[in-house]
């Protein structure tokens, strides 16, 4: 079975920084706040990492909160955050693309922030999007976000080399599938090399267009809330449309 290399820099180079960051960012507090009113609904977060999002989203006075991961170190610190908290929050090991940890139309709010889908090999990203619609409630929220392709001047280029690289290794190309450049602020100077961690990366009409294809209506997209914030994500309000 081939190694997970994701889920493995999350396990180890990555672990300290993503279990101590803290606060929302103000793209995730704008759609959170607009779009979550009731604070009674069973909500979900997917890819929880340290749990930044769901603990903030309890101080905002929601009581049904629940948030799974697949790295297992990632929800033992949560677990033990949790009881230092004295937090009701339930945190399970899960997987994006199989979660039968959870029920057919069990949530009214869910959260798939964080990039958390573009850390999924493209086959499997259906799969994924399957579940989340799955365990959704009849008109449930969702609240996405994807590494935007075009916040990247360079991503053209580093596509066409790390593609090319991969056809002499004999290797899958995938034009929107991109090494990490960089690791824990520094520079990933083996980038290049075989067997290293990737994201995917979208268009904002190719990801509106998977979402609408997997029964997902959009309700807002965003990139930025002000002029000078970065556009390096593409931020998806939607609702379960069937």
């Excluded at 629940?66 to 997987?95: G, P, R, W």
């Excluded at 009214?108 to 958390?116: A, G, R």
């Excluded at 990490?180 to 009409?205: D, G």
């Amino acid at each position: 079975m081939q190694k997970n290399l994701n889920k493995t820099l999350y396990s180890e180079q990555l672990f300290k920084v993503w279990s101590e960051k803290k606060e929302l960012l103000p793209i995730e507090d704008y759609f959170i706040k607009k779009y979550f009113s009731n604070k009674k609904a069973k909500t979900l977060e997917a890819g929880t990492g340290g749990g930044r999002i769901i603990f903030e989203i309890e101080k905002l006075g929601f009581i049904n909160l629940e948030a799974f991961d697949y790295v297992e170190k990632m929800i033992s610190f949560c677990n033990n955050k949790k009881q230092h908290l004295k937090s009701s929050i339930k945190f399970k090991t899960a997987d994006a693309t199989y979660l039968n940890e959870y029920q057919t139309e069990e949530f009214e709010y869910l959260i798939y922030l964080q990039q958390v889908l573009c850390f999924i090999d493209k086959e499997k990203l259906p799969e994924a999007l399957k579940e989340a619609h799955r365990i959704g409630k009849e008109e449930s929220l969702y609240i996405f976000s994807f590494l935007n392709w075009d916040s990247k001047i360079y991503n053209p280029i580093l596509s066409v080399l790390v593609n090319f690289l991969r056809i002499l290794r004999i290797e899958k190309i995938n034009k929107y599938k991109l090494p990490w450049l960089n690791i824990n602020e520094k520079f990933n100077w083996r980038f290049l090399n075989k067997n290293q961690p990737n994201n995917l990366w979208f268009k904002e009409k190719h990801i509106l267009e998977i979402l609408k294809n997997n029964g997902f209506s959009i309700i807002e997209i965003k990139s930025k809330i002000n002029s000078s914030d970065k556009i390096g994500h593409i931020h998806i309000a939607c609702k379960k449309a069937n």
